[in-house]
């Protein structure tokens, strides 16, 4: 019996002791310093006062804007639609307008960059498509600009588009423990390439930067002590580059371009630049783009005082799409111009049907093939220079032509297309 009472003694001993050794009294914390609300100082930001330039008044639109920027948005993308306030003011302020590639969106991501000529893609988290990645590799082709946005502070997947387009974003971040902004993962980089990219850039602050391989050349190099993340090794790394084609660049930070942090050193006057890139286009165009081809007002020519519904109805289709169209009786060479016509009228047109392999005579010679006959058939051809697009419509019957007509608003004329500038379409 006595042995049962010892256990519990020896638990209470054992206990006491314990607290003896490991608790010493209460815990008093020291007291607060008492620290007067001015005398808190923040982390200081030094903002530089750049004035962007060129600037316009209001957002441009339709016809009105000198191009169109579109932004992925279909890829749960891993930024704020506020965090694009100062390069889309920026973008706009040189006459651009801009969408949003999402699920709303009317058509595929091809169907959109067609209405194009630039295209943005900031951290996508889900992966493209090859449809879509083949998509972007095409309007590269033409000319368009395309500028991927990585950052390694945040999630995101981008090597599946970028490296197509010779550019491989590092599973890294670059750091400094010798010099930095606030903390050593915000560098400061002072070495550049001569580019537009890098004009009257002589210092610019990344907050969360990675480094990027690149077919094309690196534009802004790190010196110093800063190193990457996977490599650890002191050398020059390059957060900013171009891809294999000269339109396509690559930026390794994304936070350098939100305010505040747009507002320091250089940063500003990268962001402007960056901006001039976007929007500064040499884009061609392919007749499946229709219209996105005409830049400003377009003359219809019509010969045939029988055909004036028919350019009415024209009008009314380009109007739909933003494009402003006036019919008239002669042409402008300086205007951008739409024939529209029977095939036993062509010959004021024959020119620029020449020019694409097109004759037409008691048959209708195309670039793949010759005696055609021109029963129930209609030709649409794009005449395309630098200064001035010149579209062609014609037919061998008014019926025809509506035809015609009914086809390049709902598409279907892409189905007829024997090249990137010609399609021969059977009309009966």
């Known amino acids: 019996m006595w042995k049962l009472l010892v256990l519990p003694v020896f638990l209470v001993a054992f206990l006491l002791a314990a607290f003896l050794v490991f608790y010493r009294g209460t815990y008093s914390p020291p007291p607060l310093p008492d620290i007067a609300f001015q005398e808190i100082e923040s982390v200081p930001v030094t903002s530089i006062n750049f004035p962007d330039q060129p600037v316009i008044t209001s957002s441009p639109v339709g016809s009105e804007a000198r191009g169109h920027l579109l932004i992925d948005a279909a890829h749960r993308n891993n930024f704020g639609h506020s965090e694009l306030n100062v390069l889309l003011s920026r973008v706009s302020g040189r006459g651009y307008s801009s969408s949003f590639y999402d699920a709303d969106s009317r058509g595929s991501l091809a169907d959109e960059l067609s209405q194009a000529d630039a295209f943005l893609v900031i951290l996508p988290v889900a992966w493209f498509s090859p449809d879509e990645i083949a998509a972007v590799l095409e309007f590269v082709e033409d000319g368009g600009k395309v500028l991927l946005i990585g950052d390694p502070g945040r999630f995101f997947h981008m090597n599946d588009l970028s490296e197509p387009l010779g550019v491989f974003f590092q599973p890294d971040f670059l750091y400094n423990l010798d010099e930095y902004d606030s903390n050593f993962r915000e560098i400061f980089v002072r070495e550049f390439e001569a580019d537009p990219i890098t004009t009257g850039v002589s210092e610019v602050a990344f907050y969360y930067a990675g480094s990027l391989q ?215």
């Open 214 to 428: 690149s077919a094309g050349p690196g534009l802004a190099y790190t010196g110093g002590q800063t190193i990457s993340s996977i490599s650890e090794v002191n050398e020059p790394y390059s957060p900013i580059a171009i891809g294999a084609h000269r339109n396509v660049l690559a930026v390794y930070d994304w936070t350098f371009m939100i305010p505040p942090y747009s507002g320091v050193k250089d940063n500003a006057r990268m962001v402007s630049n960056i901006a001039d890139f976007l929007t500064e286009s040499d884009r061609t165009y392919r007749l499946t783009q229709f219209p996105r081809f005409f830049q400003g007002e377009v003359d219809i020519l019509v010969e045939d005082p029988g055909l004036v519904t028919k350019a009415a109805s024209l009008k009314r289709l380009l109007s739909g799409e933003g494009v402003t169209a006036q019919l008239q009786g002669s042409e402008n060479v300086g205007r951008d111009t739409v024939y529209l016509g029977l095939f036993s009228e062509h010959s004021s047109a024959a020119r620029y049907l020449e020019a694409n392999g097109i004759l037409i005579s008691d048959t209708l010679t195309t670039p793949f093939a010759s005696g055609i006959p021109l029963e129930d058939m209609a030709v649409i051809s794009l005449n395309s220079s630098r200064d001035r697009d010149v579209l062609v419509i014609m037919a061998d019957t008014a019926e025809g032509l509506e035809t015609a007509l009914s086809r390049l608003q709902s598409g279907s004329f892409r189905a007829g297309l024997v090249n990137d500038n010609t399609g021969v379409l059977e009309t009966k």
